[in-house]
Every structure is written in structure tokens, then in C-alpha cells.
């Protein structure tokens, strides 16, 4: 069984300018959305599109977590969420005009008693389930919050995959996940220098390979990805060709790809491409890629 962990789930407030976003001054939007998001969730809904059962797990808080709880069984995604007494599932805001801002909310605080029922339910998983952290931690926890979990979890034999920043992502690799996602500037903050080329990128996803990461997964946006798998292999991918719409969640779509099609074909050249065709079917959708898009793009990679 796949499950995936959202510390801090979002609605995501999707708003669109024609005009360039003009700082301290009103803007009046041309249209708004609401998505349900927060990347663990995300990774949680496109597997289910592609037909892999999961059930995501995290918190919740206020009315804006029972929408979103509601939103997720809507659409046919098990969710097993903890609900936070205080505080509010937070929104985050996504301006699309020309370019992409985003400012995304704090999130409720996570007290100890909460952790204990998440590290409850993770007690369960059996060998070969597969765990995805995926996403920020509220302020409130600290930067080992990840690591306390892998450490919990060691011996049990569940994979686990690691989509985080920082020393949130750092401090995990002891644990030697399976697989790690960062994109180009979260791997160049950690290793401290900007990566502009693909020799540059791959040295930098060795250090975390060598610190104990299995595979690599580097999303690099429109300029595609490239992994750095077990074997010492590296792949390299382009992106097919669309229009892209909103780039939000791309990233967790490649996971959810790269997850599926690791599964279904023991590949990784065949996880990347499907990896592929996931994250670049979303930044070609308003909401998650769908499976139509997905098999669309599949075809031209
Ligand atoms: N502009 C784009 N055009 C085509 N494909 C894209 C584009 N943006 C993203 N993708 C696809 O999605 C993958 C992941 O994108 P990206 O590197 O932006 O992830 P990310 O930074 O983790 O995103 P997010 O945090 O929004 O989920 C890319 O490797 C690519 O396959
Ligand atoms: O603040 P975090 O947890 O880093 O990211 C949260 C978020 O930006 O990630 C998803 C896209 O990847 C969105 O649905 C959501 O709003």
C-alpha cells in the first residue's frame, strides 16, 4: 500500500491578472480557482488517476481542512486525516499574471499529542508499503521532524520517498530513501552554489547520493529532469511540448509518476518517462494532470 503524509495541507487560491502583479497597489484579478493541494495530496491524487490505491495521511484544521477533507472523498481519494483542534488549514495564494507568485500560508501548529497519533498510524505499515513525505513542516515542528520518522520506521522494510527542502531533506538521508525530488534550486541551496549545468547538477545529486540517498530525482521545470539512480546511472529528460496553464504541483506529479512507473515496470528510464509525462500534464492543466493528458504526453516522450 502507498501512503503519502501532508504536514501542512493547503486549499491553493489560484487567482489570474492579465496585467503584471503591481505591488502595494489593488489588483483586480480576470479569474480565480480553488484546488486542493498541499504535495503530499497532490502526489495522492495523481496516483490515483494513474490507478495506484493510496491513502493520504496528515493534518487538518477549521473549516478550510473539512473542505478540503471533503473535496478529497469527492474525488474519490482515502484520506486518514488528523484533526488538529485549533488553528485552520491554510490557503495558499498562487498569482498567476505573466509570471508565477506565490505566498503560501504558515499552517497550523502541530502539537505533540498529534505527532504521536501520525507515528501511531505509521506504526502499522508492513515491509514493501511505500511512505512519500512530501512538503513544508509548520514552523511550529523542528527541522528533524522527517528524520524522527524515518528513524521509527528503520528495519521495517517500507520505502520511503523524500520531497522536502533544506535540512528537512538533509537530515533524512541517513535513512537512505528510496527517492528524493528536489529541483534544481533547492539541490543548489543544499549544496551551497548555483547549478547551471548538467555535469553541475549531477555532482550536486552525487553528495546526496554518497550521504545516503538511493535515487536522485532533479526537476529542472521546463528544461525537464534528470536522475541519478541507484546504480550510478545518470538519465536525462526533456519535456513534450504544451502550453503551460499553472506549474503548481508539477513537481508532486512527478513523483506520483515516477512511483507508478517504477512499480509497474521495475525501470527507471520508464519511471522518468512517466514521471515526466505526469508533471508536465499538470503544468499543461489548471488543476492535477488527468489521466487523458498523462497518456497524451506519455506518447511523445
Ligand atoms: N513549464 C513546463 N513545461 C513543461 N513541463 C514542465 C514545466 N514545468 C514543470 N514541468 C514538468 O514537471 C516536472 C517538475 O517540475 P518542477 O521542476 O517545476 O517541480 P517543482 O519545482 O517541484 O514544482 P512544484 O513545487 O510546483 O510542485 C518537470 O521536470 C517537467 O517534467
Ligand atoms: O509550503 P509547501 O508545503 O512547501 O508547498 C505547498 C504547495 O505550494 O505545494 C504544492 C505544489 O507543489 C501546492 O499545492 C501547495 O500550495
Given at each position: 500500500m502507498i501512503y503519502t503524509v501532508t504536514f501542512n495541507p493547503a486549499i491553493d487560491y489560484v487567482v489570474r491578472l492579465d496585467t503584471p502583479l503591481e505591488v502595494g497597489e489593488v489588483n483586480r484579478a480576470k479569474g480565480e480557482d480553488c484546488v486542493l493541494g498541499g504535495k503530499g495530496i497532490n502526489v495522492s491524487g495523481v496516483l490515483a488517476e494513474l490507478g495506484c490505491r493510496n491513502t493520504a495521511l496528515g493534518f487538518v484544521a477549521g473549516e478550510t481542512g473539512a473542505w478540503l477533507e471533503r473535496g478529497l472523498a469527492a474525488q474519490g481519494i482515502t484520506t486518514n486525516f488528523i484533526h488538529l483542534e485549533q488553528g485552520m488549514t491554510r490557503i495558499n495564494v498562487k498569482i498567476k499574471a505573466g509570471q508565477e507568485t506565490e505566498l503560501n500560508g504558515a499552517g497550523p501548529d502541530i502539537p505533540e499529542s498529534a505527532m504521536e497519533q501520525l507515528e501511531a498510524q505509521?506504526?502499522?505499515l508492513a515491509e514493501g508499503d511505500i511512505l512519500i513525505l512530501a512538503g513544508s513542516i509548520p514552523s511550529s515542528l523542528p527541522q528533524t521532524t522527517y528524520e524522527r520518522l524515518l528513524a521509527r520506521l528503520e528495519g521495517h522494510g517500507v520505502h520511503t520517498v523524500v520531497d522536502a527542502t533544506r535540512d528537512l531533506l538533509v537530515n533524512v538521508l541517513?535513512?537512505?530513501p528510496f527517492l528524493i525530488k528536489p529541483n534544481h534550486h533547492e539541490l543548489g541551496e543544499i549544496v551551497g552554489r548555483t547549478l547551471t549545468t548538467d555535469a553541475d547538477i549531477t555532482a550536486a545529486a552525487r553528495t546526496l547520493q554518497e550521504k545516503g540517498a538511493r535515487n536522485?530525482?532533479?526537476?529542472m521545470a521546463g528544461d525537464?529532469?534528470?536522475?541519478?539512480?541507484?546504480?550510478?546511472?545518470?538519465?536525462?529528460i526533456g519535456t513534450p511540448k504544451g502550453k503551460v496553464v499553472n506549474s503548481v504541483g508539477a513537481g508532486d506529479s512527478m513523483v506520483a509518476g515516477f512511483v507508478a512507473g517504477y512499480l509497474r515496470s521495475d525501470s527507471y528510464l520508464e519511471a522518468l518517462r512517466l514521471g515526466t509525462a505526469c508533471g508536465s500534464a499538470t503544468a499543461f492543466s489548471l488543476g492535477l494532470a488527468k489521466k487523458e493528458k498523462i497518456d497524451e504526453l506519455l506518447n511523445q516522450i
Open positions: 505509521l506504526d502499522k541517513q535513512y537512505h536522485v530525482l532533479v526537476s525537464g529532469a534528470l536522475l541519478l539512480d541507484e546504480k550510478g546511472e545518470v538519465h536525462r
